[in-house]
T-cell receptor, first 111, second 114 residues
Framework: SQQGEEDPQALSIQEGENATMNCSYK?????LQWYRQNSGRGLVHLIL?????REKHSGRLRVTLDTSKKSSSLLITASRAADTASYFC???????????FGKGTSLLVTP | DTAVSQTPKYLVTQMGNDKSIKCEQN?????MYWYKQDSKKFLKIMFS???????INETVPNRFSPKSPDKAHLNLHINSLELGDSAVYFC?????????????FGPGTRLTVL
């Protein structure tokens, strides 16, 4: 299965600290995506990193991709209480037409 | 200016009933999806449609029947509901078919089967 696995399952930090979440996957990919899900809401796309990219930035987000280790990390710098959410990595399914999501990292940022 | 909308937001029903969930996107996307998220937040693809044509059916029981009357709509009908169908169902859309494009998700429909 292409399914990603996030680590840790849960993370609790204080506002202002950085949060790092990791994702591992099993087979080769064209790209890897990160999504955020606030409680009771749908998923929101954060960033897409292609297999030939090693690092990508978007605001306070930094994503790295290491295809040799089949892993990616999402770093949120200077976290805010509003960053409290679940974060999912996603890779392409075997069919190539849908995404396989990991089980997510639940991030809690306390003031 | 809702991008992907679903109705209803909550659905509580008895085992054995038949129910439908509706999804609409106003993004002009060609591809729409249904995902199921269980109580442990595990999100799994159920169906994918491209230009009203089914392109993925991920081993979903045939009690689930998606219908796409046009590119902007993908509805999900569920027959003979079972307890295990309780979950949150998300509709999503993307411009391109495939995994090289970001997906836009609806707010979800929480289905509870009693």
């Amino acid at each position: 299965s292409q399914q990603g696995e996030e680590d840790p399952q849960a993370l609790s930090i204080q506002e202002g600290e950085n949060a790092t979440m990791n994702c591992s996957y099993k087979t080769s990919i064209n790209n890897l995506q990160w999504y955020r899900q606030n409680s009771g809401r749908g998923l929101v796309h954060l960033i897409l990193i292609r297999s030939n990219e090693r690092e990508k930035h978007s605001g306070r987000l930094r994503v790295t991709l290491d295809t040799s280790k089949k892993s990616s990390s999402l770093l949120i710098t200077a976290s805010r209480a509003a960053d409290t959410a679940s974060y999912f990595c996603a890779t392409g399914s075997n069919s190539g037409y849908a995404l396989n999501f990991g089980k997510g990292t639940s991030l809690l940022v306390t003031p | 200016d809702t991008a992907v909308s679903q109705t209803p937001k909550y659905l509580v029903t008895q085992m054995g009933n038949d129910k439908s969930i509706k999804c609409e996107q106003n993004l002009g996307h060609d591809t729409m999806y249904w995902y199921k998220q269980d109580s442990k937040k595990f999100l799994k693809i159920m169906f994918s449609y491209n230009n009203k044509e089914l392109i993925i059916n991920e081993t979903v029981p045939n009690r689930f029947s998606p219908k796409s009357p046009d590119k902007a709509h993908l509805n999900l009908h569920i027959n003979s509901l079972e307890l295990g169908d309780s979950a949150v169902y998300f509709c999503a859309s993307s411009d391109l078919a495939g995994v090289d494009d970001e997906q836009f998700f609806g707010p979800g429909t929480r289905l509870t089967v009693l």
